[in-house]
Nanobody
Framework: QVQLVESGGGLVQPGGSLTLSCAAS????????VAWFRQAPGKKRAGISC????????YYEDSVKGRFTISRDSAKNTVTLQMNSMKPEDSAVYYC???????????????WGQGTQVTVSS
């Protein structure tokens, strides 16, 4: 069955960098809109970045704009989220999600990964 798996989470100091990867099985991410969400303790899951399947356009939530970069690696069938200048408020479980029909900005994705923990702390 279709599977999305996130990797790359861990502990990083404020101001540091971390790169997350979303790998897909039985699904070619090139043809899917792919988004990254995060969920901090006690909060709802919120979208932070997205890459469109129609024109490859990228989108970012204001809180991460200029610090995070989303990109595709079609050869590896992965989508990467590079996170720079990280802040304690970036601490959360990060999820990738994919859908062949939705537009960036939607919360209604068909496929979801299991999540990977990111902790920003001194």
């Amino acid at each position: 069955q279709v599977q999305l798996v996130e990797s790359g989470g861990g502990l990083v100091q404020p101001g540091g960098s971390l790169t997350l990867s979303c790998a897909a099985s039985r699904l070619t991410l090139h043809y899917y809109t792919v988004a990254w969400f995060r969920q901090a303790p006690g909060k709802k899951r919120a979208g932070i970045s997205c890459i469109s399947n129609t024109d490859g356009s990228t989108y970012y939530e204001d809180s991460v704009k200029g610090r995070f970069t989303i990109s595709r690696d079609s050869a590896k069938n992965t989508v990467t989220l590079q996170m720079n200048s990280m802040k304690p408020e970036d601490s959360a479980v990060y999820y990738c999600a994919a859908d062949p029909g939705v537009s960036c900005g939607s919360e209604w994705y068909t496929y979801w990964g299991q999540g990977t923990q990111v902790t920003v702390s001194s």
